[in-house]
């Protein structure tokens, strides 16, 4: 199933992607609509993504009810 993922934009990310990204989508920066090249993904590296993602936007919250 890995050999159906096609990387997308695998170039560095400066201030100029980021703007592009936020404001003309991620079609902007790569026609198939992948940032980075998924043939690396795992569930494992997912998990861990999803678990300090997590972690962040508590801490982020607790710093706005302070």
Known sequence: MK???APGYVEPMG???C???REQGTQALA????IGDPS??????????????TDFLVQEIEKQLR
């Open 15 to 17: 201030e100029r992607e």
């Open 31 to 34: 026609k198939n609509g992948v």
């Open 40 to 53: 690396k993904a795992s569930a494992d590296k997912g998990r861990v993504y999803l678990d300090r993602l």
């Open 19 to 21: 703007k592009i990204w």
């Open 3 to 5: 050999d159906r993922f």
